[in-house]
């Protein structure tokens, strides 16, 4: 299986990298978040006022078993996909895990631009620096490839990217 999933915390880019990846590679991209929108027809930030963190990643990690079964996919998924070995195990079995990383500081900046975005909201820049490095080791183990996307501009991540697969 060939698919390349897109791992890395959120505003690393994940979304944006996918489509210009597309250019290089006939591959379909597939917007994890968006589609569980589509499956629980609701927003992310009303999935965690219902259903609660626990019910978001339950329905991050189905989506995730079935989106793996196809090929040829670049799959931009959650920042928090990792924190379910179940789905490290997924993406491992079916393709290639291309981690973006970036500094708090640039993750800060962007993730405060919008609202979407409920594990955020309202943190401050020490917030946002343990939940990366609470994450971090998760991360670590899930990537084949690391790309520093604090350093590089988004047509630079993509080259990077296609290089190294
Ligand atoms: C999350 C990241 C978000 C989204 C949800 C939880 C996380 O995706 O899945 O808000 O736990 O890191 P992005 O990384 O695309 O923002």
């Known amino acids: 299986m060939n698919n390349i999933y897109l791992i890395g915390f959120m505003g690393t880019g994940k979304s944006t990298v996918a489509k210009k990846l597309q250019r290089f590679l006939p591959f379909q991209v597939v917007e994890m978040d968006e589609a569980i929108e589509r499956v629980e027809a609701m927003s992310i930030p009303e999935i965690f006022e219902k259903k609660g963190e626990d019910g978001f990643r339950n329905a991050e990690s189905q989506l995730l078993s079935i989106i793996a079964k196809e090929n040829n996919q670049i799959i931009s998924c959650g920042g928090g996909i990792v924190l379910r070995q179940e789905n490290v195990d997924t993406m491992k079995n079916s393709g290639t895990v291309v981690r973006l990383d970036a500094t ?62």
């Open 104 to 165: 708090p500081e640039v993750i800060f900046d962007r993730v405060n631009r919008n609202d979407k975005r409920p594990l955020v909201k309202g943190k401050t820049l020490e917030d946002i620096k343990k939940m990366i490095s609470d994450r971090e080791e998760a991360y670590k183990n899930a990537a084949d490839i690391t790309v520093d996307a604090s350093t590089l501009n988004v047509d630079e991540v993509t080259s990077e990217i296609v290089k190294q697969l």
